[in-house]
């Protein structure tokens, strides 16, 4: 952790257990095997007939390496960079299983060098830290941090310069010190994309309902909804639920985290303001120089010459992907045994958790396999946005969500993940809980009661049950 | 003197490069969030700790916490449906008590409320007729006294945490004052109801509050023109002099330049003067803007109420 964020995680530290001490521990990942990464049960019974060699094939690009022209061996995607934050999407979605999160070993750190690409690694990613996205909250005038200018773009980590595939490319890297000095920069962990067909299939309609039903809760919370900018209905992926749907969530990843160009977002991405001729707050060259925009775009397209699962984009195929992943599978066992999970999950509704953590939403009727349609959706997720306050609080406005809403992250998989919160900030899924409490939080009473007025056991049986997830 | 400008230049470029170093744990980017048109007039999320007194003056309320209770976090901005956190208490770091508990004090406005209730006791019952199957009624809804007010209570039960909630309504100013009592101790909750006595809870010479005085009585109006579209929900608050003209404007949550362009629209309409009793008073009405939120079907139609 920062430093600006040891201090009030440990006031409130003081101010709550003050007396009531702190017994209860989470017990860490889950261990046995993954409990995610397969396919939806119809899935994989094939249901409907060649369903399932889409989603291995699906798969296997999620897998694929990309390399700036597709000419290395075992690196066969192509159009990575020029600017690029990994080079793999099972790279960074990869705990515990493909599809899933930020694993332990950071593979941003190799990614730094691979190939003879001359970049510095910065100083927030690290060998078993989580893997992270960067962002500047403002865009900087004369160098300092100008709140007139909202930034909050994912300003990539690495550049192609150096590789032995990216000929005379020659950009640099983002001032990351400089603006960490200044706390000026956000990190963002990838989300894990398990079930998310399920997510992608629940009516809006439904979190309405489920919004009135919370409605007069006894925790004072209300959220709201994140909406698609074009048509105004409910958006529900990412961070901020500020996605519409699987194809845009897959088709902006791929080109801002790794850079192939595609048939959504066409264009080789500059850092923010860099198309407008300014790198952190002096002028530069407009846009990204021609010699690293060598390849044509876009670099993944449908593929004309096949009439098979091959004429796919890579980028319909990776949405493919997450909308036929099945949810992770919950223990009813581990950790600390089904009683001790099954009170913990009764108190986690008892105390007011589950009014933004739902339980469960019901998809409607799909036409691409019976494993999404009316399907139960054990998610503990409302999908709304919360104000979570100033603990939390990352300061990028996505479409209706302010500095301080998030989407009520979907808990389905929590027991498996290593790093939790936006930016990673913990492994400990307690200090998660407690980075709830804070000036402007919806969840204040929630985790008050968390913390004040249950047992030590009490408060062990709803860890364990997280963890169960 | 030569000694003494570089000193004060090194000063300068030291305060220059904190100033560049924006704060920690400070939300800077702001969502929708509550304006009004001056700030004179009291608003119901300017309530405030004072010592261990919460006072607001909005809804007229003293309320004295606890011994050793405290507020370690403000609560969230209010919502785009016209909710309120007032207040969340917990025991400080130096109570001493054998029973520890929260307090939760929230409003919500009917005006904005997309639930069929329309008033304290309608509120409560709706809530115990809709309560989760995780709890148990200890008391159903009854009315009870409390400083002099009508209030609507009723308890319930987590058997499972072992945990009680006292749940208080009343009104004031078309709100419906709500008060979340929770403990695993019914002593502790019956004192702290016992204490809420002493509480000073009352609207005082406030504007009549009337529902959709807006829509029937506007003489002349000119309407906003929202240029961003954000889909959210914009509830504003509105006080009409007696003269007719408007003389304040709360916008409840709205962005930056949605609350800029509604304010300025609003501080030009006029309205027929509210009469009671053939006099011309003050009144406070709610005018919905932006996004209207899918609202379930009313029971009863709005009323006229203090």
Redesign the interface.
């Known amino acids: 952790m920062t430093t ?2 040891v201090i ?1 995680l440990a006031l ?1 530290l ?3 257990f ?3 001490g702190f017994g209860q521990t989470d017990p860490g990942v889950r261990g046995g095997g993954a409990a995610a990464g397969a396919p939806l049960a119809s899935v994989a019974a094939n249901n409907p007939v060649t369903i399932l060699n889409f989603f291995n094939d699906a798969k296997d690009r999620f897998q694929e390496i990309d390399s700036v022209t597709g000419s290395l061996a075992g690196e066969e995607g192509k159009g990575l960079g020029p600017r690029f934050n990994s080079r793999s999407c099972a790279a960074c979605h990869a705990q515990p299983a493909v599809g899933g999160t930020a694993p332990s070993v950071n593979p941003q750190v190799a990614d730094a060098t691979a190939h003879g690409a001359q970049n510095t690694v910065p100083s927030f990613i690290t060998q078993n830290g989580p893997v992270r996205e960067a962002r500047f ?2 865009f900087t005038t004369n ?3 100008d ?1 007139n200018k ?1 930034n ?1 773009g994912v300003e990539d980590l690495y550049t192609i310069t150096g590789r032995v595939d990216a000929g005379p490319c020659s950009i640099a890297q983002p001032g990351f010190a400089s603006q960490l ?4 920069v956000i990190f963002r962990i990838p989300t894990p994309t398990f079930g998310l067909g399920l997510v992608e299939n629940i009516a809006d309609e439904t979190l ?1 309902v489920n919004q ?2 919370n ?2 809760n ?3 919370v ?3 909804f994140n ?1 698609n ?1 074009n048509d ?1 209905t409910i958006s529900r992926f990412g961070w901020k639920a500020q996605n519409k749907s699987l194809e845009l969530f897959a088709g902006e990843a791929y080109n801002v985290e790794q850079g192939v160009t595609n048939e959504i977002f066409q264009n080789e991405r500059p850092l923010p303001g860099e198309d407008m001729g300014i790198i952190g707050g002096q002028s530069a060259t407009n846009g990204l120089p021609a010699n690293c925009r060598g390849n044509a775009t876009p670099e993944d397209h449908t593929n004309f010459n096949t009439t098979a699962i091959g004429t796919l984009s890579d980028l319909a195929q990776f949405a493919m992907f997450m909308r036929l992943l099945a949810p992770p599978t919950p223990s009813t066992t581990v950790p600390g045994g089904s009683t001790s999970i099954n ?1 913990g999950r ?2 986690f ?3 007011g958790c589950a009014i933004c953590h739902t339980p469960s939403l019901t998809s409607v009727a799909s036409t691409f396999t019976p494993g999404l349609s009316n399907a139960t959706a054990n998610l503990f997720s409302d999908l709304e946005i ?2 979570m ?3 939390l ?1 990352d ?3 996505q479409g ?6 998030f989407r009520t992250a979907p808990l389905w998989g929590a027991g498996q993940r290593i790093f939790f919160l936006h930016d990673g900030r913990t492994k400990d899924i307690q200090a998660a809980i407690l980075a709830h ?6 969840a ?2 929630s985790s ?2 968390f913390f ?3 047992s030590t056991s ?1 408060r062990q049986d709803i860890l364990n049950f997280l963890r169960s997830l | 003197m030569l000694r003494r400008q570089l000193v004060c230049l090194l000063l300068l470029l030291c305060a220059s490069s904190l100033l560049a170093q924006l704060p920690a744990n400070t939300i800077l980017v702001k969502g929708a969030e509550p304006s009004a048109s001056d700030t004179r007039t009291p608003l119901p999320e300017g309530g405030k700790l004072v010592k261990d007194v919460y006072e607001n003056r909005y809804f007229g309320f003293s309320y004295r916490l606890p011994s050793d209770w405290t507020e370690p976090f403000s609560g969230p901005p209010p919502s785009e449906n016209a909710g309120y956190v007032l207040g969340n208490f917990v025991p400080s770091s130096t109570f001493k008590g054998a029973s520890r508990g929260t307090i939760l004090i929230t409003a919500q406005d009917l005006f904005f409320s997309i639930i069929p209730p329309r008033n304290a006791k309608e509120l409560i019952k709706y809530s115990s007729d809709h309560l989760q199957s995780y709890y148990t009624i200890e008391h159903p809804p009854s009315e009870v006294t409390i400083a002099g007010r009508p209030f609507a209570r009723f308890d319930y039960t987590s058997p499972v945490a072992g945990l009680h909630w006292y749940v208080l309504a009343t009104q004031v100013r078309c709100h419906v004052i709500q008060f979340f009592l929770n403990s695993r101790d019914p002593k502790l909750l019956d004192s702290i109801v016992h204490d809420m006595d002493q509480m000073k809870l009352a609207a005082g010479d406030s504007p009549r509050c009337v529902a959709g005085y807006a829509q029937q009585n506007v003489i002349s109006k000119v309407d906003p023109v929202l240029t961003e579209r954000k889909f959210n929900a914009i509830p504003v608050r509105i006080i009409i002099g007696r003269d007719g003209k408007v003389k304040h404007v709360h916008v409840i949550s709205a962005f930056a330049s949605q609350a800029a362009i509604i304010t300025e629209a609003l501080l030009q309409w006029r309205f027929k003067p509210y009469l009671e009793n053939g006099e011309a008073v003050e009144v406070e009405t709610g005018i919905q803007f932006g996004n209207a939120p899918s609202r379930m079907q009313t029971a009863s139609t709005p009323q006229a109420t203090q």
């Not at chain 1, 209706?400 to 809403?405: R, S």
């Open positions: 600006r964020r009030p409130s003081s101010l709550l003050a007396v009531q909250i403002f160098g300092v941090p709140p909202p909050g000095s200044q706390n000026n309405l009135q039903n409605f007069n006894n925790q004072g209300t959220g709201t909406h900018g105004g009170n009764s108190l509704s008892a105390i919360h104000h306050g100033t603990t609080a300061n990028v406005s209706g969500a302010g500095g301080d809403q409490n804070a000036n402007g939080s919806e204040n009473a008050f009661t004040q007025n249950l009490q």
